[in-house]
């Protein structure tokens, strides 16, 4: 289900019989057609085991189904939206960055402290986001939020990316994340002061950096 973007806050996406999205709860601007919201209990396509993971993981933003024939813009707090196709890939989101997917793709959670060990548990602490992060697997297409406008930026096995970890959106591809210190990073080159966290990822895919260090 292709989201046709508006401008850089708004997107419409047309509803089919048969078919369904998620959309996070609030994000409906105004929609075309007979088209139905309901409440997500059961945790998106990933059923009732993917809804317990993200309690625990406290990923678990309010999700609408959104069902039926027509047209739904989206938009949320003035936020812009980045729209990403996905291929068969996995792409790993901080569930508030949510705004809408399509119904058809896989949702999990994966606790980051797998990828990084301790480094993991600490970026959590650091940046504020949970140990925990979404999941959304298969074909389809998700709109995430961010602050100042999205630009995605290429990860490969001879050029890793490195993030400041608040300027962090969400990656897809077969990449390992790891939290550095670089003491005087953010002192030069950032907005902090003292010592500096850099969000390390390496291997094959693409990470999408917001142009801003402010939390949704």
């Known amino acids: 289900m292709p989201f046709r973007e508006i401008n850089s806050k708004m997107v419409e996406a047309t509803v089919s019989p048969g078919q369904k999205m998620f959309s996070q709860r ?7 057609g007979e088209v139905s919201f309901t409440p997500n209990i059961q945790g998106g396509q990933g059923g009732i085991m993917s809804m317990i993971g993200r309690r ?35 792409l790993y989101v901080e569930a508030d960055r949510l705004l809408a997917f399509d119904g058809s793709l896989q949702q999990g959670t994966m606790f980051m402290g797998s990828q990084g060990g301790v480094m993991g548990m ?17 074909h389809g297409a ?30 897809h591809g077969d990449v390992r994340n790891k939290l550095s210190t670089a003491l005087g990073w953010r002192d030069m080159v950032g907005r902090g002061s003292g010592e500096a966290f ?19």
């Not at 047209?71 to 949320?76: A, E, K, L, N, Y």
């Not at 100042?148 to 608040?166: A, F, K, M, N, Y």
Request: a negative charge; proline letters at 5%; glycine letters at 14%.
């Open 56 to 90: 625990v993981a406290n990923e678990a933003t309010p999700l609408m189904t959104v069902e039926g024939s027509g047209t739904v813009m989206f938009g949320h707090g003035g936020h812009h939206i980045q729209v990403i196709n996905l291929q068969g890939d996995t």
């Open 198 to 216: 850099q969000l390390e990822l390496s291997g094959q895919g693409s990470v999408y950096v917001q142009a801003s260090e402010e939390k949704l």
């Open 122 to 138: 600490v970026r959590g602490q650091v940046t504020g986001q949970g140990l925990f992060t979404t999941t959304l697997k298969g």
């Open 142 to 171: 998700v709109a995430v939020m961010a602050h100042g406008g999205v630009i995605e930026l290429p990860i490969t096995p001879q050029r890793p990316v490195h993030v400041d970890p608040q300027a962090y959106v969400a990656h």
């Open 26 to 32: 609030g994000a409906m601007l105004a929609y075309k």
